[in-house]
């Protein structure tokens, strides 16, 4: 794709950074933050705080560290192309990986390019009796150039001394400006309570994103975070002054950006790019965020999960009407047979199924039991509700305010179990196998 020759900055990108990087202009950027996924073979499964939106992410590779690092490179490369001559960059990591990485930027950006390891240091439980406490993560801070901004005076911190004691040359310390900063710094992470928590597994202080933009960068200058996740550090590159681009692969997550730069920094005329469009660009979409955006673009509300809910994920605008979303084709008569019993239990007499497509006995199913009980079960195509079906509930204009706060989360008993989870991402075969996992006994003889 041909690269553009400006950059318009409040936007979102909903994309692979790697495809959306290649059409940036070269040095475009003064500062580039990048948390990306640990390479900690683990998988998430995370319901956000606006009523039941879940947001699914894997921070982990198959083929091993070397498949990471590689996947990593291509996206630096690019990151090194659009960044400025003067310009800095941060790569935020933990322990799994950091080691391969500096090595791999070194390669890119050059050895002596290589400014600072910032650790970021936080307390907090979790602490381990069979080795030292894992308590920080590490931020690479690398620049282009010979020359790049570094605003010492807005990070300086207080001084731990007495006021009036000296240096030990005998020299007095400016304790209106404070301490120099140096490359250890603590403060907790984002904690249960906070108002600016989410939910979102690894997200990070603002305070954090503050500190690092301020030092790098100056008012009206570029910041772009291709690994966006919950938006930090676009919120903190609103809440200074900057301009700011954002780029992550997930829908779910960019519309949860577009609510933090509202709710946090007071950002409005964001522009959202890349959002599925296309029944191509939503098959591919994980299950549930493919339920996310069937949800939304029906203006609908999610479904708390109860045990016999017969298959109802959300619920439609103003009527309540149950919403049950396939992401398949060719539904068939079983499925409209079992809906109609969620149906009959909500008290409603209509719901809706969407799917990429049914097959005629489902079609059949649903005009029989129209005929005989009047109820109405509503087959609708992904291709339909892309196309804006009259008959679908619209809201009037301006009855949705986008600045609205975010929903309390879910409580414990309302969450997915893990099976629920693993036959949504892997399939039948390994929720089975997790189920027999878990109900053999565990072993705890290396435990901490």
Not at 25 to 40: H, R, V
Not at 124 to 146: E, N, P, V
Request: aromatic residues 10%; proline residues 5%; negative net charge.
């Amino acid at each position: 794709m041909t690269p553009v020759g400006f950059l318009e900055t409040s936007v979102i990108y909903c994309d692979d950074n790697l495809h959306r990087l290649a059409q940036f202009p070269a040095e475009s950027i003064d500062l580039i933050y990048l948390d990306p996924p640990f390479f900690s073979n683990r998988h998430y499964e995370v319901i956000w705080g606006d009523e039941a939106e879940i947001r699914s992410f894997e921070d982990r590779w198959q083929g091993g560290i070397q498949v990471y690092v590689d996947w990593m490179r291509e996206r630096m490369i690019e990151l090194h192309r659009v960044l400025k001559p003067n310009g800095s960059l941060y790569l935020h990591c933990d322990w799994h990986a950091g080691h391969y990485l500096k090595v791999m930027m070194d390669d890119i950006f050059g050895y002596r390019q290589f400014q600072n390891e910032f650790v970021w240091y936080y307390s907090g439980g979790g602490a381990s009796k069979r080795r030292w406490a894992r308590k920080h993560d590490t931020i690479f801070f690398y620049t282009k150039g010979k020359e790049w901004t570094f605003n010492v005076d807005d990070v300086r911190t207080e001084h731990k001394w007495d006021r009036g004691q000296r240096r030990a040359d005998g020299s007095e310390r400016d304790y209106e400006k404070g301490k120099l900063p140096d490359d250890v710094w603590e403060h907790h992470a984002v904690m249960p309570w906070s108002k600016e928590r989410i939910g979102y597994p690894t997200q990070k202080p603002e305070e954090l994103l503050r500190r690092l933009i301020a030092a790098s960068s100056n008012p009206k200058d570029i910041v772009l975070d291709p690994f966006a996740g919950c938006g930090t550090a676009l919120v903190a590159a609103h809440q200074l002054d900057r301009q700011w681009i954002g780029i992550d692969i997930s829908p779910t997550g960019v519309n949860v950006m577009k609510r933090q730069l509202q709710r946090r920094a007071g950002a409005d005329g964001i522009k959202l790019i890349g959002m599925p469009v296309t029944e191509r660009q939503l098959r591919d979409l994980k299950p549930f965020e493919f339920q996310n955006w069937i949800i939304q673009s029906m203006h609908g509300s999610h479904a708390p999960r109860k045990s016999g809910d017969m298959g109802i994920d959300g619920y439609s605008f103003m009527l309540h009407e149950p919403i049950q979303v396939k992401q398949s084709d060719a539904i068939g008569r079983n499925v409209v047979d079992n809906f109609e019993t969620a149906v009959k239990r909500s008290g409603k007499e209509k719901g809706y199924i969407v799917a990429f497509s049914f097959g005629k006995g489902a079609y059949e199913e649903a005009a029989r039991v129209k005929a005989k009980d009047g109820l109405q079960v509503v087959l609708l195509t992904v291709a339909d509700l892309m196309a804006g079906r009259t008959d679908l509930v619209t809201p009037d204009a301006g009855l949705f305010s986008a600045d609205e706060p975010m929903p309390e989360a879910r409580p414990p008993e309302a969450l997915p179990t893990v099976e629920e989870l693993a036959l949504s991402e892997w399939g039948q075969e390994v929720a089975r196998d997790l189920r027999r996992a878990a109900e053999e006994p565990a072993d705890y003889s290396d435990s901490n």
